[in-house]
C-alpha cells in the first residue's frame, strides 16, 4: 500500500526556517517525481513545486510565489521528499502536502499525505 | 501557464438532485489532461476523473466528466449526502507541474 507522511510542521515565527519531510513507503520511491501543494486555511489548492527522479535529471522546479525561498530535495535511499521553506511569511501559513504518482495520456495514478500544518505568526 | 475558472463558486442543491460543474482553461488543455478532485474537510483531495473523462478507481458512476479543449464540466447524478464537498478542477498536461482551479464549494440546501 503506497503511504505518503508529512511532518515537521508547526507554528513559527516570521522570517524563520522550517524543514518539512514526507516519508514515503510501498512504492518504489526513486522512480517517482515528488510534488508538494499548499492549502491556506479556507482556501483553494496551490501547487508549491516537484522534484523530478535522478534518472531525469533530479531537477526542482518551484513556483514563482516562493522561488527563492522554498527548495526541495529527496534522500532515495530513505525513501523521503523534503521542502526547506526559509524566510517564512504569514501568507506561507498552509496546510502542506506531499504527492505523487505517474500519469500519462490514458492513466493517473495519485496519491496524496495526510499534511502537516505550517502556521507562521508572530 | 494555464489558468482554470470554476463555476459558480457554491452550488447549493438537495440530495437526489443532479449537479453541475464547469472548469474552463485560459488556454486549450493538451489532449485534455484535465482532472477533477473532491475534497472534504481536513482531508487531502481525491481523484474522482482524469483525462476529462475517464472516473478513478473506485469512483461511483454518477459522477461524470465531459468536455475538450477549453471547457470541461463535472455531472454529478443523483447527489447522496456524502457527495457535499469541495470539487477542483486540475490541468496536468504540463505535469509533473499541475495546477488547480478555485474550487466549487457544493453545500447541501
Known amino acids: 500500500e503506497v503511504q505518503l507522511v508529512e511532518s515537521g510542521g508547526g507554528l513559527v515565527k516570521p522570517g524563520r526556517s522550517l524543514r518539512l519531510s514526507c516519508t514515503a513507503s510501498?512504492?518504489?520511491?526513486?522512480?517517482?517525481?515528488m510534488t508538494w501543494f499548499r492549502q491556506a486555511p479556507g482556501k483553494g489548492l496551490e501547487w508549491v513545486g516537484f522534484?523530478?527522479?535522478?534518472?531525469?535529471?533530479?531537477?526542482?522546479e518551484i513556483a514563482v510565489s516562493v522561488k527563492g525561498r522554498f527548495s526541495i530535495s529527496r534522500d532515495d535511499s530513505r525513501g523521503i521528499a523534503y521542502l526547506q521553506m526559509n524566510s517564512l511569511k504569514t501568507e506561507d501559513t498552509a496546510v502542506y502536502y506531499c504527492?505523487?504518482?505517474?500519469?500519462?495520456?490514458?492513466?493517473?495514478?495519485?496519491?496524496w499525505g495526510q499534511g502537516t500544518l505550517v502556521s507562521v505568526s508572530s | 501557464e494555464i489558468v482554470l475558472t470554476q463555476s459558480p463558486g457554491t452550488l447549493s442543491l438537495s440530495p437526489g438532485e443532479g449537479a453541475t460543474l464547469s472548469c474552463r482553461a485560459s488556454?486549450?488543455?493538451?489532449?485534455?489532461?484535465l482532472a477533477w478532485y473532491q475534497q472534504k474537510p481536513g482531508q487531502a483531495p481525491r481523484l474522482l476523473i482524469h483525462?476529462?473523462?475517464s472516473r478513478a478507481t473506485g469512483v461511483p458512476d454518477r459522477f461524470r466528466g465531459s468536455g475538450s479543449g477549453t471547457d470541461f464540466t463535472l455531472i454529478i447524478t443523483r447527489l447522496e449526502p456524502e457527495d457535499f464537498a469541495v470539487y477542483y478542477c486540475?490541468?496536468?498536461?504540463?505535469?509533473?507541474?499541475?495546477?488547480f482551479g478555485q474550487g466549487t464549494r457544493l453545500e447541501i440546501k
Open positions: 504527492n505523487t504518482g505517474q500519469v500519462g495520456t490514458t492513466y493517473y495514478f495519485d496519491y
Open positions: 486540475q490541468d496536468y498536461s504540463a505535469a509533473p507541474r499541475k495546477t
Open positions: 488556454q486549450n488543455v493538451r489532449s485534455s489532461l
Open positions: 522534484i523530478r527522479t535522478k534518472a531525469s535529471g533530479g531537477a526542482a
Open positions: 483525462g476529462a473523462s
Open positions: 510501498g512504492f518504489s520511491f526513486g522512480e517517482n517525481n
